[in-house]
């Protein structure tokens, strides 16, 4: 999913997906069932498609995010004085407290801010600044630092237990997933719910020859590319019941146009589908405002919040009472510098703010907040490691273990999930 990227910087707008996933094997039209290492494939087996209990939907906000355009820190008097051009006014924020408030595009998330049903962590990130986004997107997404083993996050949380179906862990908006699903366990990464399809099997193939043939010819096949295509198509087939779910969106929503709005009606409809999803992963970018990201009147920032805030809204209204099992959970590589450039941009930072909502969250705002300082290169400082935010979420709201799905870490209690 992109955006303006002739905005941002060349190291974004050259990084590609597939380079981050070197070595995954896509199978079928669309689809990539991937356990992969290097160019081992991995084999699994199959548990029958059950329930989700729980459901995590984590919203990567690609090309880092400015966090204190989306919270602003408006009680901290230098963020003013840094960015005399692009800062959000004061008068103009929502759900204000004594120091910070919400960015006023976000106002179609009021309601759940209202109920409790949204958080906002800031001065997150990484142990120590990383300002590469192909460095810290790896860094961020393995979360697992000085391990060789390239795994990511998201695979060690679902292999936390015998369920091995690769419809356990699905990627949407995008034919590859990300690093933070890399590893043994088989995942899912489709386009659309019209892509998770076997090519071939179309109206013209009344008789349903094709996946026929295609059955025969890879039972028996050896090797990783008959595992792939046998996975492959098994997940296709258990996917049936989100293809026959209706459309459109449920209870009124209303989705943005974009690849995001997209995006999370796929999700909606494939949480309907109650096929044993546990995590969808969506990509939304890019934020990488080194120029134009603007004021309220104009820029990148004014429009892509506003379709942030408007695809999450429909999100859990096209939910409706399966809102109550899905939580949802931002992430983006790093933060912005605190001082604004002479393009009404921000350079590459280290700390921002991550967002929560739905299902557990313990609304309003959390974490430590270090101060600003209002130099060229000074950045906002992180107080809280962003695997203690995803630690609450993973153990509260997944049952996993912390230690497994980040080994070696001990997380800090931040208090954003109930």
């Not at 990084?15 to 896509?26: E, F, I, K």
């Not at 019941?241 to 459309?247: E, F, I, K, N």
């Not at 920032?301 to 939580?327: I, Y």
């Not at 510098?337 to 280290?350: I, P, Q, S, V, W």
Request: proline letters at 6%.
């Amino acid at each position: 999913m992109t955006s303006s990227d002739q905005d941002g910087c060349a190291e974004f707008s050259r990084l590609s997906r597939r380079g981050l996933l070197r070595g995954t094997l896509a199978v079928g039209a669309g689809i990539g069932v991937t356990s992969v290492y290097g160019s081992a494939f991995v084999q699994t087996s199959y548990a029958a498609t059950r329930s989700a209990p729980a459901v995590l939907v984590v919203l990567s906000l690609r090309g880092a995010v400015d966090g204190m355009s989306l919270v602003v820190p408006h009680g901290d008097p230098v963020y003013y004085a840094a960015r005399p051009r692009i800062a959000v006014p004061a008068a103009t924020l929502l759900a204000k407290d004594g120091f910070f408030g919400l960015h006023p595009n976000l106002a179609p998330l009021l309601p759940m801010w209202n109920a409790g049903r949204m958080a906002a962590v800031h001065a997150t990130g990484l142990p120590a600044p990383n300002r590469s986004h192909f460095a810290a997107i790896e860094e961020v997404e393995d979360a697992d630092p000085g391990s060789a083993a390239r795994v990511g996050w998201l695979n060690r949380l679902i292999g936390r237990d015998a369920d091995t179906h690769p419809l356990q862990a699905i990627q949407l908006g995008e034919s590859v997933p990300p690093v933070a699903l890399a590893g043994p366990q088989a995942s899912v990464a489709v386009e659309s719910i019209d892509d998770m399809r076997l090519a071939g099997a179309d109206k013209w193939d009344t008789a349903g020859r094709r996946p026929r043939s295609m059955r025969t010819m890879w039972a028996g096949a050896p090797g990783p590319l008959g595992v792939g295509a046998r996975s492959a198509m098994r997940a296709i087939a258990d996917y049936g019941p989100v293809r026959a779910t209706a459309p459109g969106p449920a209870n009124g929503a209303r989705y943005p146009g974009g690849d995001l709005g997209k995006a999370l009606a796929a999700t909606a409809r494939t949480i309907r589908g109650d096929v044993g999803a546990e995590v969808i992963t969506v990509d939304h970018g890019s934020w990488d405002h080194h120029a134009d990201l603007g004021t309220l009147e104009w820029g990148d920032l004014q429009r892509m919040t506003t379709e942030l805030a408007s695809a999450l809204a429909a999100f859990f209204t096209d939910l409706g009472p399966l809102a109550s099992k899905v939580t949802v959970v931002t992430l983006s590589e790093f933060g912005r510098r605190t001082k604004e450039n002479a393009n009404y941009g921000l350079d590459h930072g280290f700390g921002n703010v991550m967002l929560l909502l739905g299902a557990g969250v313990r609304g309003g705002y959390h974490g430590a907040w270090p101060g600003l300082t209002n130099d060229v290169n000074a950045d906002l400082l992180v107080t809280t490691d962003y695997r203690s935010v995803l630690a609450e979420v993973v153990v509260k709201r997944m049952g996993a273990s912390s230690a497994r799905v980040f080994p070696g870490f001990q997380p800090e209690q931040v208090g954003a999930i109930a």
